[in-house]
């Protein structure tokens, strides 16, 4: 079985295939979303700063990730990354930001996945990819799951100010929010 928590070491590394070049600038998608915590969030209507991290999904320990899984550029670091927001959480609120995650997975798979890791913030499902048409992200298949690419936005009052697309090693992803906010004047 793979160890969801762990990075392998000869990971491909994912290339900036220029597929997030139209997002800065853009305003979130006016539409809801169900969340871990049983509400519905419309990321349109968040005032401040605001984090969305996209992954493409979750494992769960003792089930085997689809077939080739490892061999994906990107693919593979969703719980490494969600747990990276999740120790940085306080001082990512400390910078006036609100953290959200979001994949097409379902709100009770990612219900299990959020209690599991004891996240402090909201996970999103875009199951029927709504959010992910609007803003047309990149997304791949695998095993007939259309599923998102690593990516994340950064919004004030809901306006993409930045986006990090690829991420990699994706547990860094949370770090490089940390530095872009500390020298963001918006």
Known sequence: MTDVYTLPDNLPIPVDDGACDHLIGLTLPDLSLHATDGSDVNLSMHKGRLAL???????????????????????????????????????????????VGMSTQSPAYQHEMATRLHLPF??????????????????FVVEDMRLIKRLTLIANDGVIKAVHYPIFPSHSDAAWVINFLKSDDS
Not at 59 to 65: D, K, M, N, Q, V
Not at 91 to 99: A, D, P, R
Not at 125 to 139: I, R, V
């Open 53 to 99: 991290y996209c992954y493409p999904m979750t494992g769960r320990p003792g089930i085997a990730l689809p077939d080739g899984w490892d061999d994906i550029p990107g693919a593979r670091g969703c719980t490494p990354q969600s747990c990276a927001f999740r120790d940085h959480y306080s001082e990512l609120k400390q910078l006036g930001c609100e953290i």
């Open 122 to 139: 909201k996970i999103l499902s875009d199951q029927s990819l709504t959010f992910t048409t609007a803003l047309n992200l990149p997304t």
